[in-house]
Protein backbone atom coordinates (compact mmCIF):
# COMPACT_ATOMS: atom_id res chain seq x y z
CA UNK A 1 0.00 0.00 0.00
CA UNK A 2 1.14 2.90 -0.73
CA UNK A 3 4.63 1.76 -1.91
CA UNK A 4 6.90 4.49 -2.99
CA UNK A 5 9.15 4.66 -6.26
CA UNK A 6 11.92 2.80 -6.96
CA UNK A 7 14.91 5.09 -7.98
CA UNK A 8 17.73 4.73 -10.33
CA UNK A 9 21.22 4.09 -8.80
CA UNK A 10 23.07 7.56 -8.63
CA UNK A 11 19.96 9.53 -8.89
CA UNK A 12 19.27 12.42 -6.41
CA UNK A 13 16.16 10.42 -4.81
CA UNK A 14 18.75 7.48 -4.24
CA UNK A 15 21.34 9.49 -2.69
CA UNK A 16 18.92 11.16 -0.32
CA UNK A 17 17.41 7.38 0.30
CA UNK A 18 21.23 6.42 1.10
CA UNK A 19 21.17 9.58 3.55
CA UNK A 20 17.81 8.53 5.45
CA UNK A 21 17.76 4.88 5.14
CA UNK A 22 18.61 3.64 9.05
CA UNK A 23 19.42 0.25 9.36
CA UNK A 24 16.98 -2.03 10.06
CA UNK A 25 17.03 -5.82 11.42
CA UNK A 26 14.08 -7.68 12.04
CA UNK A 27 11.73 -4.84 12.41
CA UNK A 28 13.62 -2.64 14.21
CA UNK A 29 16.21 -0.02 13.36
CA UNK A 30 19.56 -0.67 14.95
CA UNK A 31 21.61 2.09 13.39
CA UNK A 32 21.36 5.56 16.00
CA UNK A 33 22.16 7.83 13.43
CA UNK A 34 19.94 6.34 10.64
CA UNK A 35 16.92 6.97 13.42
CA UNK A 36 17.95 10.22 14.03
CA UNK A 37 17.89 11.03 10.46
CA UNK A 38 14.40 9.35 10.17
CA UNK A 39 12.89 10.78 13.41
CA UNK A 40 14.07 14.13 12.17
CA UNK A 41 11.92 13.46 9.31
CA UNK A 42 8.76 13.18 10.95
CA UNK A 43 9.29 16.13 12.97
CA UNK A 44 9.78 18.13 10.09
CA UNK A 45 6.69 16.90 8.57
CA UNK A 46 4.68 17.16 11.31
CA UNK A 47 5.69 21.18 11.99
CA UNK A 48 2.96 21.89 9.25
CA UNK A 49 -0.05 20.49 11.42
CA UNK A 50 0.70 22.86 14.45
CA UNK A 51 1.07 26.04 11.91
CA UNK A 52 -2.17 24.88 10.30
CA UNK A 53 -3.66 25.20 13.63
CA UNK A 54 -2.75 28.60 15.07
CA UNK A 55 -2.57 30.35 11.28
CA UNK A 56 -6.65 28.98 11.66
CA UNK A 57 -7.18 30.83 14.72
CA UNK A 58 -5.83 33.91 14.05
CA UNK A 59 -6.86 34.30 10.32
CA UNK A 60 -10.37 33.51 10.25
CA UNK A 61 -12.26 34.72 12.85
CA UNK A 62 -11.58 38.53 12.23
CA UNK A 63 -12.60 37.51 8.22
CA UNK A 64 -16.05 36.39 9.67
CA UNK A 65 -17.72 39.06 8.70
CA UNK A 66 -16.12 39.54 5.34
CA UNK A 67 -17.05 36.24 4.24
CA UNK A 68 -20.41 36.81 5.10
CA UNK A 69 -20.96 34.68 8.43
CA UNK A 70 -23.42 37.31 10.22
CA UNK A 71 -26.22 36.30 12.36
CA UNK A 72 -27.44 33.15 10.75
CA UNK A 73 -31.52 32.93 10.64
CA UNK A 74 -32.81 28.84 10.88
CA UNK A 75 -36.66 29.52 10.61
CA UNK A 76 -38.69 32.20 12.14
CA UNK A 77 -37.01 31.88 16.40
CA UNK A 78 -33.73 30.39 15.61
CA UNK A 79 -30.33 32.35 14.92
CA UNK A 80 -26.18 31.50 15.23
CA UNK A 81 -24.37 34.15 15.82
CA UNK A 82 -20.98 34.87 13.76
CA UNK A 83 -18.95 33.92 16.84
CA UNK A 84 -21.21 30.69 17.50
CA UNK A 85 -20.73 30.25 13.81
CA UNK A 86 -16.86 30.16 13.58
CA UNK A 87 -16.84 28.06 16.61
CA UNK A 88 -18.86 25.52 15.69
CA UNK A 89 -16.19 24.95 12.32
CA UNK A 90 -13.93 23.66 14.88
CA UNK A 91 -15.78 22.48 17.28
CA UNK A 92 -17.11 20.01 14.60
CA UNK A 93 -13.56 18.73 13.73
CA UNK A 94 -12.42 18.61 17.43
CA UNK A 95 -15.69 16.40 18.52
CA UNK A 96 -14.63 13.92 14.93
CA UNK A 97 -11.06 14.52 15.91
CA UNK A 98 -11.77 12.57 19.66
CA UNK A 99 -13.13 9.38 17.78
CA UNK A 100 -11.02 9.30 15.06
CA UNK A 101 -7.64 9.23 16.42
CA UNK A 102 -8.16 6.14 18.26
CA UNK A 103 -9.22 4.64 15.00
CA UNK A 104 -6.11 5.43 12.69
CA UNK A 105 -3.59 4.19 15.44
CA UNK A 106 -4.95 0.52 15.41
CA UNK A 107 -4.91 1.04 11.70
CA UNK A 108 -1.79 1.65 11.91
CA UNK A 109 -0.83 -1.62 13.21
CA UNK A 110 -2.57 -3.10 10.80
CA UNK A 111 -1.37 -1.26 7.50
CA UNK A 112 1.93 -0.14 8.62
CA UNK A 113 2.92 3.31 10.21
CA UNK A 114 3.99 4.77 6.96
CA UNK A 115 0.86 4.65 4.68
CA UNK A 116 -1.48 6.20 7.86
CA UNK A 117 0.79 9.19 8.57
CA UNK A 118 0.69 9.46 4.59
CA UNK A 119 -2.93 9.74 5.32
CA UNK A 120 -2.80 11.92 7.75
CA UNK A 121 -0.75 14.52 5.81
CA UNK A 122 -2.41 14.28 2.39
CA UNK A 123 -5.43 14.80 4.27
CA UNK A 124 -4.20 17.82 6.14
CA UNK A 125 -2.60 19.58 2.87
CA UNK A 126 -6.45 18.58 0.97
CA UNK A 127 -8.45 20.01 4.02
CA UNK A 128 -6.50 23.42 3.83
CA UNK A 129 -6.32 23.67 0.52
CA UNK A 130 -10.02 23.60 0.13
CA UNK A 131 -11.06 25.29 3.29
CA UNK A 132 -8.79 28.56 1.91
CA UNK A 133 -10.72 27.93 -2.04
CA UNK A 134 -14.06 28.47 -0.02
CA UNK A 135 -12.64 31.28 2.19
CA UNK A 136 -11.48 32.87 -1.48
CA UNK A 137 -14.55 31.95 -3.09
CA UNK A 138 -16.39 33.55 -0.08
CA UNK A 139 -14.42 36.67 0.33
CA UNK A 140 -15.24 37.04 -3.86
CA UNK A 141 -19.08 36.91 -3.01
CA UNK A 142 -19.28 34.04 -4.90
CA UNK A 143 -21.49 31.40 -2.30
CA UNK A 144 -23.81 33.18 -0.20
CA UNK A 145 -23.57 32.43 4.09
CA UNK A 146 -25.05 29.71 4.40
CA UNK A 147 -23.36 27.63 1.82
CA UNK A 148 -20.32 28.85 2.84
CA UNK A 149 -20.67 28.08 6.38
CA UNK A 150 -21.17 24.65 5.31
CA UNK A 151 -18.52 24.33 2.93
CA UNK A 152 -16.19 25.41 5.53
CA UNK A 153 -17.30 23.50 8.12
CA UNK A 154 -16.95 20.18 5.57
CA UNK A 155 -13.65 21.07 4.43
CA UNK A 156 -12.54 21.43 8.06
CA UNK A 157 -13.99 18.35 9.03
CA UNK A 158 -11.64 16.43 6.35
CA UNK A 159 -9.01 17.08 8.59
CA UNK A 160 -10.78 15.83 11.68
CA UNK A 161 -11.58 12.72 10.10
CA UNK A 162 -8.12 11.80 8.00
CA UNK A 163 -5.75 14.29 9.33
CA UNK A 164 -5.88 12.72 13.13
CA UNK A 165 -3.78 9.60 11.86
CA UNK A 166 -0.58 11.86 11.50
CA UNK A 167 0.15 11.75 14.78
CA UNK A 168 -0.51 8.43 16.46
CA UNK A 169 0.76 6.85 13.57
CA UNK A 170 4.27 8.75 14.08
CA UNK A 171 4.57 8.10 17.95
CA UNK A 172 4.11 4.27 16.87
CA UNK A 173 6.40 4.39 14.11
CA UNK A 174 9.04 6.16 17.06
CA UNK A 175 8.39 3.54 19.72
CA UNK A 176 8.35 0.63 16.83
CA UNK A 177 12.41 1.43 16.90
CA UNK A 178 13.19 2.38 20.28
CA UNK A 179 13.95 0.56 23.15
CA UNK A 180 11.73 1.97 26.62
CA UNK A 181 15.11 4.29 27.68
CA UNK A 182 15.09 6.25 24.19
CA UNK A 183 11.63 6.40 23.69
CA UNK A 184 10.76 9.21 25.72
CA UNK A 185 12.90 11.72 24.10
CA UNK A 186 12.06 10.59 20.62
CA UNK A 187 8.59 11.32 21.08
CA UNK A 188 9.28 14.46 23.06
CA UNK A 189 11.11 15.57 20.25
CA UNK A 190 7.69 14.93 18.28
CA UNK A 191 5.86 16.81 20.51
CA UNK A 192 8.03 20.01 19.97
CA UNK A 193 7.25 19.33 16.28
CA UNK A 194 3.47 20.53 17.08
CA UNK A 195 4.87 23.30 20.11
CA UNK A 196 7.55 24.70 17.15
CA UNK A 197 4.99 24.86 14.28
CA UNK A 198 2.31 26.55 16.58
CA UNK A 199 5.04 29.21 17.72
CA UNK A 200 6.10 30.17 14.17
CA UNK A 201 2.63 29.66 12.40
CA UNK A 202 0.94 33.08 13.43
CA UNK A 203 4.30 35.40 12.60
CA UNK A 204 4.10 33.43 9.10
CA UNK A 205 1.24 34.19 8.41
CA UNK A 206 0.97 37.84 9.62
CA UNK A 207 4.17 38.19 7.21
CA UNK A 208 2.14 36.39 4.09
CA UNK A 209 -0.94 38.26 5.17
CA UNK A 210 0.20 41.05 2.83
CA UNK A 211 -0.01 39.13 -0.26
CA UNK A 212 -3.49 38.21 0.69
CA UNK A 213 -6.18 37.02 3.37
CA UNK A 214 -6.07 33.56 2.20
CA UNK A 215 -2.12 33.14 0.98
CA UNK A 216 -1.32 31.88 4.53
CA UNK A 217 -4.01 28.93 4.41
CA UNK A 218 -2.59 28.34 0.85
CA UNK A 219 0.83 28.35 1.84
CA UNK A 220 0.27 25.74 5.15
CA UNK A 221 -1.55 23.70 2.27
CA UNK A 222 1.41 23.21 0.47
CA UNK A 223 3.93 22.62 3.10
CA UNK A 224 1.66 19.61 3.98
CA UNK A 225 1.42 18.25 0.70
CA UNK A 226 5.64 18.69 0.70
CA UNK A 227 5.52 16.76 4.33
CA UNK A 228 3.86 14.13 2.40
CA UNK A 229 5.93 13.72 -0.59
CA UNK A 230 9.21 13.53 1.69
CA UNK A 231 7.29 10.98 4.18
CA UNK A 232 6.75 8.90 0.99
CA UNK A 233 9.94 9.13 -0.95
CA UNK A 234 12.38 9.03 1.92
CA UNK A 235 10.90 7.32 5.45
CA UNK A 236 11.28 3.95 5.42
CA UNK A 237 9.50 1.05 6.58
CA UNK A 238 10.26 -2.45 5.66
CA UNK A 239 8.90 -3.97 8.85
CA UNK A 240 5.85 -5.63 8.58
CA UNK A 241 2.78 -4.50 9.95
CA UNK A 242 1.53 -6.23 13.17
CA UNK A 243 -0.83 -6.77 15.70
CA UNK A 244 -0.48 -5.44 18.94
CA UNK A 245 -1.25 -7.05 22.37
CA UNK A 246 -3.97 -6.23 24.02
CA UNK A 247 -4.30 -3.97 27.39
CA UNK A 248 -7.16 -4.08 29.39
CA UNK A 249 -9.62 -1.05 28.68
CA UNK A 250 -9.72 1.68 31.04
CA UNK A 251 -12.81 3.38 31.70
CA UNK A 252 -13.19 6.91 32.10
CA UNK A 253 -15.11 6.91 35.59
CA UNK A 254 -12.38 4.56 36.70
CA UNK A 255 -11.79 6.29 40.60
CA UNK A 256 -8.02 6.27 39.56
CA UNK A 257 -8.37 8.38 37.04
CA UNK A 258 -11.62 10.39 37.11
CA UNK A 259 -10.29 13.18 38.77
CA UNK A 260 -7.85 13.59 35.79
CA UNK A 261 -10.54 13.27 33.26
CA UNK A 262 -12.73 15.93 35.24
CA UNK A 263 -9.31 18.25 34.98
CA UNK A 264 -8.52 17.87 31.60
CA UNK A 265 -12.07 18.58 30.63
CA UNK A 266 -12.40 21.77 32.57
CA UNK A 267 -8.20 22.50 31.37
CA UNK A 268 -8.95 21.99 28.20
CA UNK A 269 -11.70 24.32 28.01
CA UNK A 270 -10.11 27.32 29.58
CA UNK A 271 -6.76 26.82 27.35
CA UNK A 272 -8.85 27.04 24.03
CA UNK A 273 -10.65 30.05 24.79
CA UNK A 274 -8.09 32.97 24.54
CA UNK A 275 -6.63 31.02 20.77
CA UNK A 276 -10.37 30.59 19.96
CA UNK A 277 -11.78 34.31 20.48
CA UNK A 278 -8.34 36.56 20.34
CA UNK A 279 -9.22 36.94 16.96
CA UNK A 280 -12.70 38.27 17.94
CA UNK A 281 -11.04 40.64 20.96
CA UNK A 282 -8.38 42.19 19.91
CA UNK A 283 -10.70 43.58 16.80
CA UNK A 284 -13.29 44.49 18.63
CA UNK A 285 -12.21 45.91 22.14
CA UNK A 286 -9.08 47.69 20.37
CA UNK A 287 -11.32 48.86 17.04
CA UNK A 288 -9.20 47.44 14.99
CA UNK A 289 -9.51 46.88 10.89
CA UNK A 290 -9.55 43.24 9.81
CA UNK A 291 -6.21 43.52 8.41
CA UNK A 292 -4.79 45.10 11.66
CA UNK A 293 -6.51 42.34 13.90
CA UNK A 294 -5.17 39.67 11.63
CA UNK A 295 -1.14 40.21 12.29
CA UNK A 296 -1.91 41.63 15.88
CA UNK A 297 -3.19 38.23 17.11
CA UNK A 298 -0.78 36.32 15.52
CA UNK A 299 2.08 38.01 16.32
CA UNK A 300 -0.03 37.79 20.13
CA UNK A 301 -0.82 33.64 19.41
CA UNK A 302 3.20 33.49 18.49
CA UNK A 303 3.98 35.06 21.62
CA UNK A 304 1.94 32.89 23.69
CA UNK A 305 3.46 29.46 21.69
CA UNK A 306 6.95 30.35 22.73
CA UNK A 307 6.16 30.62 25.71
CA UNK A 308 4.81 27.43 26.40
CA UNK A 309 7.74 26.11 24.84
CA UNK A 310 9.98 28.04 27.16
CA UNK A 311 7.94 26.26 29.94
CA UNK A 312 8.11 22.87 28.77
CA UNK A 313 11.78 23.27 27.93
CA UNK A 314 13.63 25.07 30.15
CA UNK A 315 11.88 25.98 32.80
CA UNK A 316 11.37 21.76 33.54
CA UNK A 317 14.64 20.74 32.28
CA UNK A 318 16.58 23.15 34.62
CA UNK A 319 14.48 23.46 37.76
CA UNK A 320 13.25 19.21 37.72
CA UNK A 321 9.85 20.73 39.03
CA UNK A 322 7.21 18.36 40.12
CA UNK A 323 3.63 17.34 38.40
CA UNK A 324 2.49 19.02 41.69
CA UNK A 325 4.49 22.52 41.55
CA UNK A 326 3.75 22.04 37.40
CA UNK A 327 -0.11 21.63 38.33
CA UNK A 328 -0.79 23.99 40.90
CA UNK A 329 1.56 27.00 39.75
CA UNK A 330 0.36 27.11 36.32
CA UNK A 331 -3.44 27.27 36.77
CA UNK A 332 -2.58 30.17 39.19
CA UNK A 333 -0.55 31.70 36.73
CA UNK A 334 -3.56 30.85 34.19
CA UNK A 335 -6.15 32.93 36.45
CA UNK A 336 -3.36 35.88 36.25
CA UNK A 337 -3.42 35.42 32.47
CA UNK A 338 -7.69 35.32 32.39
CA UNK A 339 -7.52 38.25 35.02
CA UNK A 340 -5.52 40.15 32.65
CA UNK A 341 -7.34 39.65 29.83
CA UNK A 342 -10.67 40.95 31.56
CA UNK A 343 -8.94 44.68 32.43
CA UNK A 344 -6.56 44.98 29.48
CA UNK A 345 -7.44 48.27 27.95
CA UNK A 346 -4.10 47.70 25.24
CA UNK A 347 -2.86 45.34 22.55
CA UNK A 348 0.94 45.12 25.45
CA UNK A 349 -0.93 43.82 28.03
CA UNK A 350 -3.36 41.34 26.07
CA UNK A 351 -0.19 40.13 24.97
CA UNK A 352 1.31 39.81 28.06
CA UNK A 353 -1.65 38.12 28.74
CA UNK A 354 -1.46 35.50 26.03
CA UNK A 355 2.53 35.21 27.16
CA UNK A 356 1.28 34.35 30.61
CA UNK A 357 -1.44 32.13 29.39
CA UNK A 358 1.33 29.61 26.99
CA UNK A 359 3.54 29.80 30.11
CA UNK A 360 0.95 28.49 32.75
CA UNK A 361 -0.54 25.98 30.25
CA UNK A 362 2.82 24.93 29.36
CA UNK A 363 3.23 24.06 32.74
CA UNK A 364 -0.14 22.32 33.82
CA UNK A 365 -0.41 20.20 30.41
CA UNK A 366 2.57 18.01 31.05
CA UNK A 367 2.32 17.83 34.87
CA UNK A 368 -1.01 17.10 34.48
CA UNK A 369 -0.70 14.32 31.91
CA UNK A 370 2.86 12.90 34.29
CA UNK A 371 0.14 13.11 37.19
CA UNK A 372 -2.39 10.84 35.50
CA UNK A 373 0.40 8.13 34.31
CA UNK A 374 1.43 7.53 37.92
CA UNK A 375 -2.21 6.83 38.88
CA UNK A 376 -2.01 3.39 36.77
CA UNK A 377 0.35 0.80 36.02
CA UNK A 378 2.19 0.24 33.84
CA UNK A 379 0.18 -1.97 31.21
CA UNK A 380 -2.76 0.89 31.60
CA UNK A 381 -0.32 3.37 30.37
CA UNK A 382 -1.52 3.58 27.05
CA UNK A 383 -5.16 3.63 28.03
CA UNK A 384 -4.98 6.43 30.16
CA UNK A 385 -3.02 8.67 27.52
CA UNK A 386 -5.71 7.99 25.53
CA UNK A 387 -8.46 9.48 27.80
CA UNK A 388 -6.43 11.98 29.39
CA UNK A 389 -5.18 12.90 25.29
CA UNK A 390 -9.45 13.07 24.75
CA UNK A 391 -10.21 15.14 27.70
CA UNK A 392 -8.19 17.75 26.83
CA UNK A 393 -9.04 17.37 23.49
CA UNK A 394 -12.39 17.83 24.22
CA UNK A 395 -11.63 21.50 25.40
CA UNK A 396 -11.51 22.62 21.80
CA UNK A 397 -15.39 21.64 21.73
CA UNK A 398 -16.87 22.94 24.93
CA UNK A 399 -14.70 26.40 23.97
CA UNK A 400 -16.24 27.37 21.00
CA UNK A 401 -19.53 26.53 21.78
CA UNK A 402 -19.47 27.98 25.81
CA UNK A 403 -16.87 30.80 25.16
CA UNK A 404 -17.83 32.07 21.42
CA UNK A 405 -21.64 31.95 22.67
CA UNK A 406 -20.48 33.98 25.70
CA UNK A 407 -18.54 36.28 23.88
CA UNK A 408 -21.85 36.95 21.76
CA UNK A 409 -23.18 38.71 25.39
CA UNK A 410 -19.79 40.45 25.93
CA UNK A 411 -16.59 40.04 24.88
CA UNK A 412 -15.30 39.39 28.31
CA UNK A 413 -17.64 37.26 29.49
CA UNK A 414 -15.12 34.05 28.02
CA UNK A 415 -12.31 35.09 30.23
CA UNK A 416 -14.40 35.55 33.29
CA UNK A 417 -15.11 31.82 32.40
CA UNK A 418 -11.57 31.13 32.19
CA UNK A 419 -10.56 32.33 35.40
CA UNK A 420 -13.40 30.64 37.44
CA UNK A 421 -12.12 27.60 35.58
CA UNK A 422 -8.61 27.87 36.59
CA UNK A 423 -9.43 28.98 40.24
CA UNK A 424 -11.33 26.30 40.50
CA UNK A 425 -8.56 23.66 39.00
CA UNK A 426 -5.67 25.14 41.18
CA UNK A 427 -8.34 24.65 44.37
CA UNK A 428 -9.16 21.14 43.14
CA UNK A 429 -5.37 20.21 43.00
CA UNK A 430 -4.82 21.65 46.29
CA UNK A 431 -7.41 19.42 47.66
CA UNK A 432 -7.45 16.20 45.79
CA UNK A 433 -5.71 13.29 47.56
CA UNK A 434 -4.23 11.67 43.84
CA UNK A 435 -2.96 15.33 43.05
CA UNK A 436 -1.02 15.56 46.55
CA UNK A 437 0.16 12.24 46.01
CA UNK A 438 1.60 13.19 42.68
CA UNK A 439 5.72 12.97 42.97
CA UNK A 440 8.67 13.72 40.82
CA UNK A 441 9.11 12.22 37.22
CA UNK A 442 12.25 12.53 34.97
CA UNK A 443 11.94 15.72 33.27
CA UNK A 444 12.59 13.85 30.04
CA UNK A 445 9.79 11.42 31.13
CA UNK A 446 7.07 14.58 31.44
CA UNK A 447 7.80 15.87 28.34
CA UNK A 448 7.20 12.73 26.64
CA UNK A 449 3.75 12.38 28.30
CA UNK A 450 2.30 15.86 26.97
CA UNK A 451 -0.19 15.59 24.30
CA UNK A 452 0.28 17.94 21.00
CA UNK A 453 -2.29 20.29 21.22
Known amino acids: MLESPTPSPGSWLARARAAFAPVEDGG ?13 LLFCSLIANGMGQTVMFAILPPLAKDIGLTKLHIGSIFAISTELQIGLIFTVSATIWVFSSPFWGRRSDLWGRRPVILIGLIAFGVSTLTFATALSAALLHWTAPLVTFVLLVFTRSIFGVFG ?3 YPASQAYIADRTTYSERTEAIAGLNAAFGLGQAIGPGIGAALIILGSTAPFYFVALLGFASAAMIWLLLPERSAPHQRREVPKLKWNDPRVLPFIIFGVAMGTAGAIPIQTIGFFIGDVLHKSVDDTMQLAGVGLMASSIASLFAQFVLMQRFKLTTRFLMRA ?10 IFIIAPNYGLIVFALVLSGLGFGMVRPGYAAAASMAVPPDEQGSVAGLTGAAGASGFIFAPLIGNALYGLSPHAPYVL ?12 LISRRFHNSVTLPTEEVESLLPPS
Open 28 to 40: AVTGVEGRKRAFF
Open 164 to 166: SGA
Open 330 to 339: GTLVGVASFA
Open 418 to 429: GAVLMLILAIYS
